[in-house]
């Protein structure tokens, strides 16, 4: 052998062991996942990456590690990725190999949903509109056009995750991967084709040879190998086959919102309850959805109606603040199971009944022993007998007692404090509160004149048109009506029925009528006067869309725009002339969008007489960024309806004036939770904040663009940065609290400390009649100081308990 071939062979074979060594194997049982050989506890949170920035992601992941996660979950987005057929996207923050890896520095697992449909509130449930262009297709079923493009793009995805080596026995994090996504909700609406579609999309998981099992979720009818997973707000009565671990790809830790809807809150006793509930009764893997939900950018938003924020309550917040105490209540649920992995994947369970709806559970391995009492009543608090012990636990709890003795957790009792988070102006001292701005308004002569790029005789669906390019779509046609015609009068009736979602109708070049932006329809007829001249009369219409339905059987083929009509004249007698087969000419996009105006440095904006009501109008400002690392918002009340960018970066869709309903859901987190429970802001705007990544600015010299589609007023628009001003915290006797301020700043003042049995939340606390005012013990604990640990029996010590069940209450501020 010569010299040179044993070097190649030497190399070869070190390149084979050292990959080898890296290699993790994952399997699994009945029981759990195993990961080189060892079944595991996965604990896992949602982080989808193009909802934040790459620069966001490293601290995102840190603080889902340091929230106890040990794994990182993400859907991919197909239409970002592949925006035209066959041309592929993965800059930014649509570098998804960037994103693995970056979990895998950190140290994390990592699950991949590639979908490729995902629902997740995105813009027509991730799919490209283009797919919807192809003749003969239909989606999510055995249509041969589909598979070949959904084929096409999950081979494309799962050989750029091999090239990268990010598979868990490449020594990658991806230790599952998930192929559709809850299927089993809608299959029964496609018939035989449907489950052969299931066949099918079984038979091309299984073909990408990926080497880390496959998952499909609600798809109760998934053949082994691939593991059928549930979603909800509560799976511990989920039951699969007992050959496949116990697992729940979406527990739900909030809600998204709609345009007009109001906040909702899934109170963190609720969603600790329902994971240890999970834990106590078999289930091995658990993933928050979302653990940071973040911001739908530019026209990623689903629809119709979902809001830019996609900040779901979760754990980490909209701009990657921790949301305490959810983040630091669930770190301490997350500790405790992951302490117990051993005895809860291979212990053998035993579950007897203390009470009514109150179970006491026992997994035993050899000589150690974990344990769990749930109380699964909704109102009733009990004490029961557990081992020959008395335990107290709350309605609607989990206590966690790990040597099956102590209890070291109970899901109801929140000793993490409370963070209440506050905008600052955090302007430079030289820097005005007002914006300056410039404007010009959108040119529509064109489209006035009825100018587009084709005519049909037809009133066409709307995304068949822009192919999702775009949310404006313009339907032009011309009317001939003479003196004579028996239907004439110069006061005729224009009426528009479209399916939505905005329309903006234009009669001889002038604005005649919008559909009232404060309702929100999905199909609609709107009336409109006209003054018709006795010749040739313009017809322009303006369609907008706001985000394309992502979810239910069949949703892709749900019609938008004045698909089909009718589009009626209707005249003297009500006389009416059906224009709906005239020819119409059509044109995608406003001339605006299409010139960049958002990033174009070639426009001369114009700073004299700055509109205030104005439709279809730019408006431009420069800015300094807010002092400090703190994430930025601006404050978008006063305009109407639009689209909002940053140096070019678009910040989503804004309509600040949409209102949510007067009246907020009440919050008890005991019982079943759903999205009307536990609800705020209402009568407030449902969004009016806007996140500003940081890294779309720069110190000075940003600017702000914004387009108005239906008239608003610039001048209230201001910036701010988000920081914690009050935080608060409860302790029992024999507890240790914690009360911190973020990055190093000091606890400027204690707003209340009190003994006994003090009511209202956090911001609002009333002391009871016999409490005891323990301020000046807190102040000299913990004031200057960042964070102080208040011994909770010490600090009361000598203090006789006012009432039973006594606490201590604190508040203070940062
Ligand atoms: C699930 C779906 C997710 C998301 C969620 C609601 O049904 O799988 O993608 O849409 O509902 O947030």
């Known amino acids: 052998m010569s010299f040179l071939l044993q070097r190649l062979l030497f190399s070869l074979s070190f390149l084979i062991f050292s990959s080898f060594c890296l290699a993790t194997e994952v399997s699994y049982d009945g029981r759990a996942l195993i990961i080189d050989g060892v079944r595991k506890v996965i604990i ?83 799919f490209p509109v283009w797919l919807h262009q192809m003749p003969g297709i239909q989606l999510r079923t055995d249509n041969e056009i589909y598979e070949n493009e959904m084929r096409n793009f999950t081979t494309y995805i799962v050989n750029k995750i091999k090239e990268a080596n990010l598979l868990a026995p490449q020594g990658g994090p991806i230790i599952l991967a998930q192929i559709e996504n809850e299927y089993g909700n809608v299959e029964g609406a496609y018939g035989e084709a449907g489950k052969r579609y299931i066949k099918w999309v079984v038979q091309l998981a299984k073909s990408l040879n990926i080497g880390v099992p496959w998952i499909m979720c609600q798809q109760g009818d998934a053949p082994l190998p691939i593991i059928n997973t549930c979603n909800g707000y509560y799976c511990d009565d989920f039951y699969p086959d007992h050959k496949i671990p116990k697992m729940w790809t979406e527990n739900w830790v909030g809600w998204f919102k709609d345009w007009g809807g109001l906040d909702p809150h899934r109170p963190a006793e609720d969603v600790a309850y329902s994971v240890a509930r999970f834990f106590s009764k078999s289930g091995t893997l658990q993933n928050y959805y979302m653990y940071h939900g973040g911001t739908n950018f530019g026209r990623t938003a689903g629809g119709p109606y979902i809001v830019t924020t996609y900040d779901y309550d979760a754990p980490l917040d909209e701009y990657g603040n921790l949301r305490q105490p959810k983040w630091g209540h669930l770190k301490k649920l997350h500790e405790i199971l992951h302490s117990m992995e051993k005895v809860l994947t291979s212990g053998e369970r035993s579950s007897v009944k203390l009470a009514n709806g109150v179970w006491g559970t026992t997994y035993a391995l050899n000589d150690t022993s974990g344990c769990f009492i749930s109380n699964t009543d909704a109102s009733n608090d009990f004490t029961v007998s557990f081992g020959g012990n008395l335990y107290f636990v709350p309605a609607w709890s989990v206590s966690i007692l790990p040597d099956c003795k102590n209890v070291t957790y109970n899901t109801a009792r929140i000793t993490t404090q409370t963070e209440i988070m506050v905008k600052k102006p955090n302007r430079a001292e030289n820097d005005p509160e007002d914006l300056t701005w410039l404007w010009l308004p959108e040119d529509i002569e064109d489209t006035l004149d009825g100018r587009g790029t084709f005519t049909v005789p037809e009133l066409l669906e709307q995304k068949n048109v822009t192919g999702g390019a775009s949310d404006y779509l313009w339907y032009m046609t011309k009317v001939r009506v003479s003196k004579h015609d028996p239907m004439y009068t110069k006061h005729m009736t224009l009426r528009v029925h479209t399916k939505g979602h905005m329309l903006h109708v234009f009669f001889n070049g002038k604005h005649v009528g919008s559909n009232n932006p404060d309702t929100q329809d999905w199909e609609y007829t709107l009336e409109v ?67 960049t105006y958002w990033d174009n440095d070639k426009l001369e904006w114009r700073y004299d007489g700055i509109p205030s009501r104005s439709r279809l109008t730019w408006y431009k400002a420069i800015f300094k960024a807010p002092l400090g690392d703190d994430p930025v918002v601006v404050n978008l009340r006063g305009l109407q309806k639009g689209e909002a960018w940053v140096n070019g970066n678009s910040l989503g869709r804004f309509w600040p004036t949409k209102m949510a309903p007067s009246e ?99 911001g609002s606390y009333h002391k009871g009649a016999n409490d005891i005012d323990i301020s000046s013990l807190i102040e000299s604990a913990c004031v200057g100081k960042t964070s102080c640990h208040i011994d909770v029996s010490k600090t009361v010590i000598g203090h006789k308990p006012p009432c039973q069940g006594s606490k201590m209450v604190v508040q203070a501020s940062c």
């Open 44 to 126: 896992s949170g949602s982080i989808h990456y193009p909802r934040s920035t790459a620069e966001m992601w490293p601290d995102l992941i840190q603080k889902a590690k340091e929230g106890g996660l040990n794994a990182i979950e993400t859907y991919v987005f197909w239409d970002i990725h592949e925006p035209r057929r066959r041309e592929y996207d993965f800059e930014g923050n649509r570098d998804i190999v960037r994103f693995f890896k970056t979990i895998q520095d950190a140290g994390l697992y990592a699950i991949l949903r590639i979908g490729p449909y995902v629902c997740a509130e995105w813009n027509y449930g991730g």
């Open 529 to 595: 006067p006209v003054i018709v001249k006795p010749s040739i009369n313009f017809i322009t219409l303006l369609s907008t869309t706001v985000g394309l339905t992502n979810y239910g059987d069949h949703f892709d083929t749900i019609p938008e725009g004045i698909a089909g009509g009718p589009v009626e004249l209707v005249g003297n007698g009500n006389l009416t002339r059906n224009l709906s087969t005239n020819p119409w000419t059509y044109k995608v996009d406003l001339n605006g969008m299409e010139k």
């Open 664 to 762: 907020c859901g009440k919050c008890d987190y005991r019982g079943p939770y759903n999205p009307n429970k536990c609800t705020t802001g209402c009568g407030e705007p449902t969004q009016s904040w806007y996140h500003v990544p940081r890294s779309f600015l720069e110190a000075d010299g940003n600017s702000l663009i914004v387009f108005e589609e239906f008239g608003g007023s610039p001048f209230s628009v201001k910036f701010a940065t988000v920081t914690v001003g009050t935080l608060c915290v409860t302790g029992y006797h024999g507890d240790i609290v914690e009360l911190s301020c973020p990055k190093e700043r000091p606890i400027l003042n204690i707003e209340f400390a009190n003994y006994g049995n003090a009511t209202g939340t956090c």
